[in-house]
């Protein structure tokens, strides 16, 4: 099964993408995908999908969970990034955490940091949706 999360920015509900990719709505079995409900995925796989409410028009897709607390991630192309930053290959993975600012859905804007100088897309990631530059203080 494939989830996704759809609906305005804050108030995402959970979705079930079904292979033709048309959308089932699961507000009605979950609030979201977070915690308990990902400890026991199997019910879902039990589910008769065409029983489902289907999600109509073409609704923004945002992030397939909310509420999360912590975004840890591992640098998956070491040698690429260190010949990017002219350095070794490290002898470990390299762990990292991300604001969870940085969660959004895939056509959703980048919202570029006051001062950034520099942002790209992860190796691999497909273009991200419009860049914007962050104008006002928050």
């Avoid at 959308?23 to 979201?32: E, I, Q, T």
């Avoid at 199997?42 to 397939?64: E, N």
């Avoid at 640098?75 to 762990?95: F, N, Q, R, S, T």
């Avoid at 969870?100 to 790209?120: E, F, L, V």
Wanted: glycine share 14%; proline share 13%.
């Amino acid at each position: 099964m494939k989830f996704v999360g759809f609906g305005p920015p804050g108030a995402e509900r959970p979705a079930h993408l079904g292979e033709d990719g048309s959308w089932c709505d699961l507000s009605n079995l979950c609030g979201d995908l977070v915690g308990p409900v990902l400890d026991d995925l199997g019910r879902f796989a039990a589910l008769d999908i065409s029983t489902l409410p289907q999600v109509s028009g073409a609704p923004r897709q945002g992030p397939g969970s909310s509420g999360t607390g912590k975004f840890r991630c591992t640098v998956l192309d070491y040698a690429g990034h260190a010949a990017e930053g002219g350095l070794d290959v490290p002898p470990k993975p390299i762990l990292f955490m991300k604001a969870t600012s940085a969660i959004c859905g895939p056509t959703d804007p980048i919202i570029i940091p006051r001062g950034s100088a520099r942002t790209s897309p992860p190796a691999g990631c497909p273009q991200p949706g419009p860049v914007r530059r962050r104008s006002s203080a928050r």
